[in-house]
């Protein structure tokens, strides 16, 4: 049975009226290590810069990759407090983002796929990401790092039964 | 859909006899295109003149033509119950399984070779990678058109398995029963042809001829000089002006009559057929397609046009689907050159049942974005002052102003033109700076959102909304923040009530 009655627009679910729930301390680390990583990274290229090329402007040259690089570095570390998720009856909801904040909203009768991924350290930490796929092709997908990898596994296993119960409501309404 | 013959595709069936010619054709043919920089060498330079230069492109011809023979000769492909089986290779063997409730579209082409010898290529997309995109090189004309019946009619047949269909769509289906028909005639394509893509084949120009310039440039000149010197030398002469204006309206009148010449060639016979939910078009001179593409698997409806096309009550109608993963290159979708109103709103009709959709009150985005979008013009300007600065030139520095004004032009050109409705189930945004396009997507085919606002758009409440199809992103940039918030939770609240399927 399909009904469509009439509905005020006070009466449709609001996502900015939701409590976000922040990821796990231990992603801090994860941040941390990958900061270093990039700052690592533009130093070294500084050094190799400052022994190879003998000419006097070359500082100009490492001065701005040594800012570009510490920048890339701290953002991430400001930033990742703001990353929040939520997962309502039915989409999902990531937000991110300190300068530019976006907010990421995808219904579960659009996914396509779940799928968990682990680099080592988060292996190590015992954390997951979890990636949420939807048809569209560019830039669709939704991560949501810094879970634990029990929460990570159960939300998949609620994602997939919720996707199943979707498709089929969906297949009962013809 | 009876046809005359019957055809038996349950066995496997082999590719027509007479598609060796097109193993042929097709070896010549990329031969050819590899090797023609060299050919055209030898032609020119008369200096590799040796036979076992000669006997190299021999041993080359002969390997393709006997890898594609036995390509030919071992592909077949049958349909069993619900599934196409295409079988192919010799050593290297490889089996495709395919259900036929997951292919997209059946499409007939033919190039040049395929017309003169009178079979069709059939390309079968299928949801998905474009991996498993399929390939029938060589069927006559009935057979591909019965073997395209029988691979699309199941999507027909059990509709249990398509998804949208509510009441509404099958009296629609019963109301579309007489085949309509659209046509183009010759002179809308001319017209069409006239106005359209000004930009890209000016593009495709200026990449052209800088190669031919170039390739000439290696035969006819010395290393030392350059046919740029030439041009320079000839324009510094007094006659400056004039070859400037020859020159200018030249290249406009080559663009336009290459234009013309690439439309006519492309979309010659244009013919669509709206039946039962399905739009099938046939057209093109040289290389023929017949493409079908069922209403509910359309994402995205666009239409464009520009002055002079406004004048002539002429659209270019764009219809997208699905765009693979993988190559970029190949945008699916079906392009209809020279509609009039009438004819663009039984389009819409069919895919969508529903009437085009009044764009009088509509949003717009906030004026804040002109300073943006200004601001950003800065940067070229200031640093082309800059670079005149260090080489001693200011006095040429007036140069900038007519171009900086003409991209404040664009730009507040852009910005009137740009208008957004958000009406019954379609997101509708008009937009462009000179051929304006209108593009309507259905709320139902949208994947994801997300709504964005920086700091510093926070206290005039601005923000900007991204929403994700299978054929493309559509951005709503700089619009009213609280606007876009009821905007995103209205989209959500349909999508999810509805569960109508995407595709």
């Known amino acids: 049975m399909f009904e469509n009655t009439l509905v005020e627009l006070d009466e449709i679910p609001q996502y900015q009226e939701i409590t976000f729930s922040g990821l796990h301390n231990n992603y801090k680390k994860i941040v941390v290590l990958n900061s270093l990583i990039t700052l690592l990274l533009g130093v070294g290229i500084c050094i190799v810069l400052f022994f190879l090329i003998d000419e006097i402007e070359k500082l100009f040259a490492i001065i701005s990759i040594l800012v570009i690089s510490a920048l890339l570095a701290l953002l991430p570390l400001i930033s990742y407090k703001k990353k929040k998720y939520a997962f309502r009856k039915h989409d999902v909801l990531f937000k991110k983002g300190l300068i530019f904040k976006t907010t990421h909203i995808s219904p579960y009768i659009r996914l396509q796929h779940v799928v968990i991924k682990q680099g080592w350290y988060a292996k190590k930490l015992g954390l997951a990401t979890l990636v949420m796929y939807t048809a569209a092709n560019n830039f669709s997908d939704i991560s949501i790092p810094g879970l634990t990898l029990e929460e990570a596994e159960r939300w998949k296993f609620f994602l997939m039964n919720r996707i199943q119960e979707l498709n089929d409501e969906s297949e009962n309404q013809l | ?503």
């Open chain 2, 1 to 503: 859909m009876s046809q005359k013959i019957s055809y038996n595709f349950s066995l496997p069936n082999k590719l027509d006899k007479k598609a060796l010619f097109l193993v042929l054709g097709t070896t010549l043919y990329t031969v050819a295109r590899a090797a023609w920089p060299i050919i055209a060498l030898m032609f020119v330079k008369r200096e590799f003149k040796s036979w076992y230069f000669f006997a190299v492109i021999g041993v080359i011809i002969l390997t393709t033509f006997v890898t594609k023979l036995i390509n030919y000769f071992y592909f077949s492909y049958q349909v069993v119950d619900d599934e196409l089986i295409i079988k192919k290779g010799w050593l290297n063997k490889s089996t495709t399984v395919v259900k036929l409730d997951k292919i997209h579209e059946v499409n007939l082409n033919q190039k040049f070779v395929h017309k003169i010898i009178g079979l069709y290529l059939v390309n079968i997309d299928t949801a998905g990678s474009s991996s498993t995109e399929i390939e029938i090189n060589g069927i006559d004309f009935q057979k591909a058109l019965a073997l395209k019946d029988v691979l699309t009619s199941s999507v027909e047949i059990n509709p249990e398995s398509r998804t949208i269909s509510s009441e509404e769509n099958d009296e629609a289906i019963i109301e579309d029963q007489s085949a309509d028909k659209i046509k183009i005639s010759l002179i809308s394509l001319i017209k069409i042809g006239l106005t359209r893509n000004y930009l890209q084949t000016f593009g495709l120009l200026i990449a052209f001829s800088f190669q031919i310039i170039d390739q000439l440039q290696d035969f006819f000149y010395k290393d030392d000089a350059s046919v740029y010197d030439d041009i320079f030398e000839a324009s510094y002469d007094e006659y400056l002006g004039l070859v400037g204006v020859v020159l200018f309206f030249g290249l406009i009148a080559v663009v336009v009559i290459f234009n013309l010449a690439r439309t006519l060639l492309t979309y010659y016979n244009y013919q669509i057929n709206l039946k039962d939910k399905h739009l099938t078009a046939s057209y093109g001179l040289t290389d023929s397609h017949i493409i079908s593409v069922p209403a509910n698997k359309v994402q995205m409806f666009q239409f464009q046009q520009n002055y002079f096309q406004k004048l002539m009550n002429l659209f270019e109608v764009k219809i997208k689907q699905v765009e693979s993963n993988e190559d970029n290159k190949k945008k699916k979708g079906l392009i209809i050159p020279g509609v009039n109103h009438l004819e663009l709103n039984t389009l819409f009709n069919v895919i969508f049942s529903n009437n085009l959709i009044d764009l009088k009150n509509g949003y717009k985005p906030h004026i804040r974005v002109l300073a943006i979008k200004i601001a950003i013009l800065c940067i070229p300007a200031i640093i082309s002052l800059i670079i005149l600065y260090f080489t001693d030139s200011l006095l040429f520095s007036w140069i900038i102003l007519p171009f900086f004004s003409l991209g404040c032009l664009l730009i507040y050109m852009g910005y009137k033109n740009e208008k957004m409705v958000f009406k019954d189930d379609f997101v509708i945004l008009k937009s462009g700076i000179w051929d304006i396009t209108t593009t309507y997507l259905p709320i139902d085919k949208i994947q994801k959102v997300s709504i964005s606002q920086s700091y510093f758009q926070e206290k005039r409440q601005i923000g900007s909304l991204n929403l994700y199809t299978a054929a493309g992103i559509i951005t709503l940039y700089y619009y009213d923040f609280n606007m876009l918030q009821r905007m995103v939770n209205e989209i959500l609240y349909k999508i999810e009530k509805n569960k109508h399927s995407w595709m």
